[in-house]
């Protein structure tokens, strides 16, 4: 029966919360990244100031294919920018 109960709240909060915010010029921003030889991830979060908490406001991820995956043999740093330019070109 706890489990249950667990999962209906688990299952509200995940289907009625929003998972993403709206962004505002006001607040700071920060960037967080991912990437490894089979897919690229990128989260972009804003501070809100009256809660101290950080907030996702963009996310992007991408799955690479085989041949991606083989040509992604670069540092991590080489694999973010990857990241970077993939996101730019979606948006």
Known sequence: MKQQNAFEVLKKTFTTTL???IPNDKDPF????DANDFAIRLLL???DIQTN???SVVF???SLDV???QMVTYLICDELRFGFKSAY???
Not at 30 to 33: A, D, I, N
């Open 30 to 33: 920060k960037l967080s990244t």
């Open 67 to 69: 041949h991606v995956s």
């Open 60 to 62: 992007f991820s991408k």
């Open 45 to 47: 979060l804003q501070k």
């Open 53 to 55: 908490l950080w907030h």
């Open 19 to 21: 998972i993403l915010r």
């Open 89 to 91: 070109e979606q948006s």
